[in-house]
């Protein structure tokens, strides 16, 4: 089959195409072609390297994909060759004690699709059959694959983990990743009311589309949490979503008495300083999540073939120029997911 291997960390240009022997399934699992892949950010990470990561060499990056059923290992019967479907990328193994208490985002023996095992930037992969999720007829694989991984993560961060519930408030600090823009319409879908906090007025023109009430352009602002004070008539809001992480000190300051900080990565950097005195003065919460489980992937992706939740789509690149999408997606110029097609 035709891949993106990966044969050493580097930048984009390390993203090499070329043959791969295409898996097959085995007991239990399904073969998928693949129609299209979307990019995260965490194939930017897992392209770059970090110290500690370990991959199979040439690895096959990618944890989002959509496509068609083409084979069926021994013993399975819940799919049939030619049917239409989006993967979870979240492996848990399906029996420790995470997996059968139905948390199997916390599995002992863990893995993520295109980070620890070879991904979707290919023609074919292979999966367990709990991966997949039926997608329906008509329905645009790319919108699919786009959704599967940051909505799945910020539906099992602002309903599962921070149970948003209608009337509450709620900041997104920055307007453009796919987690953040999800957090919105999640947001939005339950009944919130949505503050958003971005870096350009482009930005925040795509957050406003996707329904954000109250929009802070922190290009303009000194200290984007006093803006946010003023807002809520110096409440404050229930819920902050930050993804940043090195932001924290200004969500303390926006967040209200007793509110909610959800974390679900730091694309400011691991390390920063935090105030403690604000996490106890205010009865702040933090609750941090990585993606989600096999329910929240059910939950989340029925809101998204039903219309309810829409992905915006930046770009789709033929797999072969996987490098090219890669170099727009470290751009940050794109306006939504970036995807690859393949076929
Ligand atoms: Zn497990």
Not at 44 to 51: A, D, I, K, S, T
Not at 277 to 293: A, C, P, Y
Not at 315 to 330: C, D, I, V
């Amino acid at each position: 089959m035709k891949a993106i291997l990966l044969h050493e960390h580097g930048g984009p240009e390390v993203l090499k195409y070329g043959e791969f022997p295409t898996p097959e399934p085995g007991p239990g699992e399904v073969q998928v072609r693949l129609k299209t892949a979307a990019l995260n950010r965490l194939d930017l990470w897992v392209r770059n390297g970090w110290p500690g990561i370990r991959l199979e060499y040439p690895h096959i990056p990618g944890a989002d994909g959509a496509g068609e059923v083409s084979a069926l290992g021994e013993g399975v019967s819940q799919w049939e060759v030619g049917d239409s479907v989006v993967i979870n990328s979240n492996l848990g193994c399906g029996q420790c004690d995470f997996c059968l208490a139905g948390k199997d985002n916390m599995c002992r023996e863990w893995h993520l699709l295109g980070e620890t095992v070879r991904g979707t930037y290919a023609e074919y992969v292979t999966l367990p059959t709990r991966q997949l999720f039926p997608l329906p007829e008509g329905f645009d694989p790319h919108a699919a694959a786009a959704a599967a991984l940051v909505y799945h993560t910020a539906w099992h961060s602002l309903i599962t983990r921070a149970d948003l519930r209608p009337g509450e408030s709620v900041l997104v600090v920055g307007a453009s990743g796919g987690v953040n823009t999800a957090c919105i319409q999640i947001a939005k879908y339950t009944g919130a009311t949505v503050y958003v906090v971005g870096s350009s007025a482009e930005k925040l023109a795509l957050a406003e589309s996707l329904g954000a009430d109250h929009l802070v352009d922190r290009s303009k602002t000194v200290n984007w949490s006093k803006d946010l004070y003023k807002l809520t008539e110096r409440n404050g809001v229930d819920v902050v979503v930050d993804n940043v992480g090195t932001t924290f000190p200004l969500s303390f300051r926006a967040a209200k008495k007793g509110g909610r900080i959800l974390t679900v990565g730091n694309t400011g950097g691991p390390k920063f300083e935090i105030d403690n005195r604000f996490v106890f003065g205010k009865h702040l919460v933090i609750i941090g999540s990585t993606m989600g489980t096999i329910n929240d992937f059910a939950n989340v992706m029925r809101l998204v073939f039903a219309g309810k939740l829409k992905v915006a789509l930046d770009r789709a690149f033929p797999l072969a120029e996987a490098s090219a999408a890669h170099k727009r997606l470290e751009s940050g110029q794109q306006l939504g997911k970036i995807t690859l097609a393949i076929e």
